[in-house]
């Protein structure tokens, strides 16, 4: 199994971007399935994003049509680009690898 290690979160105001990054510690290449979650205080963990090694990705329908996710596997690395960010968007935001793998998660607060 790899390693995971997500970066790139912070504070940033409501409607300002982000992008998160999740390094694997080997090749992704093989990983059928990569994908975001977030868990909110206080809120069970919820689905973000995923992709596939097809390229096929798939989001919820709260983060649909602002966050991208996308994967580089020459470079081992997820990522999840977060725009027009919310309030309720605040989370610890965490990467997975065939949900078999996981990051120590990444925090992303947004707040003015």
């Known amino acids: 199994q790899v390693q995971l290690v997500e970066s790139g979160g912070g504070l940033v105001q409501p409607g300002g971007s982000l992008r998160l990054s999740c390094a694997a510690s080997?090749?992704?290449?093989?990983?059928?399935?990569m994908g975001w979650y977030r868990r909110a205080p206080g809120i069970q963990r919820e689905f973000v994003a995923i992709?596939?090694?097809?390229?096929?990705?798939d989001y919820a329908d709260f983060v649909r049509g602002r966050f991208t996710i996308s994967r580089d596997n020459a470079k081992n690395t997820l990522y999840l680009q977060m725009n027009s960010l919310k309030p309720e968007d605040t989370a610890v935001y965490y990467c997975?690898?065939?949900?078999?793998?996981w990051g120590q998660g990444t925090q992303v607060t947004v707040s003015s």
């Open positions: 997975h690898a065939d949900w078999r793998s």
């Open positions: 080997g090749s992704i290449f093989s990983i059928g399935v």
């Open positions: 992709i596939r090694s097809s390229g096929d990705t």
